[in-house]
């Protein structure tokens, strides 16, 4: 099926735990291989969360962690491993995280073009909160001086994209220190909060967010409900 209307259809879902995104990404990674839209974009804020890359399977994640699992567990911070690119990050409260699920090949986009198009996106969204980031030729994601404002980590299985990014707007910094972040022992995270003193809700920023995205990979952004999302991942909400 053909991608003319290059149509992408988005949802801003709230709160969403880690593994029941998962889930709704590979159900519909399936469905977008005969859909007539070039995919969907999933927005959402996750629990307390860490997560390791797949280049940290099995006990390799250990050496990501600077705190004992059991202290984690005490936080009510839980671990996940991921099949996307990178190495370890944390996700929650305070952070905007998109997860695109995009036939790449139907928007005519290559997979380093795909990573440098997410970079772009980011930059503009930034730029419209009124900061100023940089992309780093070495690592992936966005920076405030030589501090992490925005991670990017992926995953491509014939054609379609999974996971994605995550903006920090203002969540709790020190759960960062629970690991190496993205495996750098010597950079910081910031947030948006701690680099103008304020930072907007999610629903504030998903406006200009979609437009942004929708400009950047030319689209039309399509607004689904949560539980017409639901009803495209095959899902119904308990």
């Known amino acids: 099926m053909g991608c003319e209307s290059r149509r992408i259809g988005w949802a801003w879902l709230g709160p969403v735990e880690y593994e029941r995104a998962m889930r709704w990404q590979e159900r519909l990674r399936e469905r977008v291989r005969q859909d007539e839209r070039c995919g969907y974009l999933l927005l959402l804020e996750h629990p307390p969360v860490i997560t390791f890359g797949y280049s940290l399977r099995g006990d390799e994640g250990r050496s990501e962690l600077r705190t004992d699992r059991e ?3 005490q936080e009510g911070i839980t671990l996940h491993q991921a099949d996307r690119g990178g190495k370890a990050t944390f996700h929650g409260p305070g952070q905007l995280v998109g997860y695109p699920v995009l036939d790449i090949k139907r928007l005519r986009l290559g ?3 795909y990573v440098g198009k997410l970079e772009e996106f980011l930059l503009a969204l930034l730029r419209e909160l009124k900061v100023e980031a940089r992309q780093d030729p070495r690592f992936p994601g966005l920076w405030v001086e030589d501090a992490k404002i925005a991670a990017l980590g992926v995953h491509i299985e014939d054609r379609v994209t999974t996971h994605g990014f995550a ?3 203002d969540p709790e910094l020190k759960h ?3 690991i190496v972040p993205c495996g750098l022992p010597d950079r910081e995270v910031t947030s948006v909060a ?3 003193g304020r930072a907007p809700e999610p629903e504030q920023v998903i406006p ?7 400009l950047n990979f030319g689209a039309a952004m399509e607004e689904l409900s949560r539980q017409e999302l639901l009803v495209q991942a095959g899902e119904e909400e308990a």
């Open 71 to 73: 202290t984690l567990a």
């Open 167 to 169: 903006i920090n707007l």
């Open 208 to 214: 200009e967010l979609v437009r942004i995205f929708g």
């Open 194 to 196: 701690r680099v103008l």
């Open 111 to 113: 997979a380093k073009r």
């Open 176 to 178: 960062f220190r629970h």
